[in-house]
């Protein structure tokens, strides 16, 4: 098999940082992509706090059914700080722990989160610390479920780290749902529970997804939201700031208005300009969106490469589609075949001959 490098160039040099804002610890980025767009100390380790409890949510969505009851055992006595009031003895669905833990922060549904899940809280922490060593989380380390912290001692993670993990959670839709509910309602065989969420973003600009509050004495306050307009996609996490919510809503105004949505892999009107193929036709199953400013555009380029098999059949992957800014990579989407029949080649013929007839008779 061999392989055919083209080259096309879709008409992005990194933004100077220059931002004022209260945290000690910073990043913006493209959720798409992974790209930072803006930091600030993104790799300085810090206690976290609450914002903890992102990896506690997707960690149970990952590894357990979220229709089972949990019983609430005497170990949530333990949990201090925020709090849903869980009861020793409730009976209550996995899932609304999950609401539980993100809109009201319960420190007590982490811990019955995480011993339903993994049977004991180290074992739910095991899971954790490894599935953050599988998404490249690099500088994290988690010691328990909820995000308290002792004597200076508790989870600790980066505000790169935090965005990374929030890029990946964003991709699973019942984690995207919950980061995004704003009210919940649950029932238990003790009671009614009517959560409204922390995160004031929501409140204070329109374009907010989703967000994760954090504090503890130690951490000062943290936070991870994310926002949608036109297109682009992004997270915001501070570290240690003293002004999250207003920092948050400004960060992004200033890099919403400062990068363009640019759509670099169309999937409805894919096509390639290539002679080794003369009967098939080539498609990719996704858009794909990438965040640049204006300077940025002339280095945007998309770099395809066909693999040459002697014979093919349908739906068969017969390339990559990589999106590159200048050397870095952005994305890689497949693209696959399918063999172009005779009689949709004539059909196709005919279009192109009626297109003709119309053009001439239009003089």
Known sequence: MKKVVVLFLLLIVFPIQVFGISADKAVVMDLNSGRVLYDLNKDEPQLIASITKIMTCLVAIMYSDLDKTVVVDEDILKAYGSSVYLEVGEEIKLIDLLYGLMLRSGNDAAIAVAKSVAGTEE???????????????????????????????????????MALLTKVAMQNETFKTIFGTQEYSATSNLKTYNWE????????????TGGKTGYT????????????????????????DGNDFNDHKSLYETYFDKYDSVLAIDHENFALDQDYYQDVEFYVKNDYYVLVTEEEKKDLKLEVTLYQYEDIYDGIKIGEAKVMLGDTLLHTESIYGKSVEVEEKEEKKEGLLAKILRWFSSW
């Open 197 to 208: 969420g922390k995160n004031k973003l929501f409140s204070m600009y329109p374009y907010t």
């Open 217 to 240: 004495d130690a951490a000062r306050r943290t936070l991870v939201t994310t926002a949608s307009k036109d297109n682009k996609n992004l997270v915001v996490v501070t570290l240690n």
């Open 123 to 161: 074992a739910f922490v095991y899971l954790m610390n490894e599935y953050a060593d599988t998404i490249g989380m690099k500088n994290t380390h988690f010691v328990n479920p909820h995000g308290l912290d002792s004597n200076g001692k508790g989870n600790t993670s980066t505000a790169y780290d």
